[in-house]
């Protein structure tokens, strides 16, 4: 049974930084794409991060120079350090991992105060 557990969310004051976890297990075909997306209140997801096999990169233009993806392939699990957060910050964060099947993370809430 496939399983992302996500941890790191929480309560950050302005300026601050959170690094969020995703630990993958129970996949058993090579991890082709890991992402974070988030969801604010009232809002459709968005992708926030997203990293390949390669090691390509992408990020939401609003992240850029803040966020970081990463990955730990021994680990199968993905980062994403979080600096300089801002309000409009404030979502839930989930985990996306693409193998043979895509997956999704239970979503973890991410709260940023001003």
């Known amino acids: 049974q ?3 557990v996500e941890s790191g969310g929480g ?13 993958a297990s129970g996949i058993t075909f090579s991890i082709n794409f890991m992402a974070w997306y ?4 009232g809002k459709q997801r968005e992708l926030v991060a997203g990293l390949n096999s390669g090691g390509n ?11 970081t993806i990463s990955r730990d392939n021994a680990k199968n699990t993905v980062y994403l350090q979080m600096n300089s957060l ?14 043979r099947y895509p997956y999704w993370g239970q979503g973890t809430q991410v709260t940023v105060s001003s």
């Open 2 to 4: 496939v399983q992302l």
């Open 11 to 23: 309560l950050v004051q302005a300026g601050g930084s959170l690094r969020l976890s995703c630990a």
């Open 38 to 41: 988030r969801q604010a209140p």
């Open 57 to 67: 990169t992408n990020y939401a233009d609003s992240v850029k120079g803040r966020f």
């Open 86 to 99: 801002k309000p409009e910050d404030t979502a839930v964060y989930y985990c996306y991992v693409v193998s």
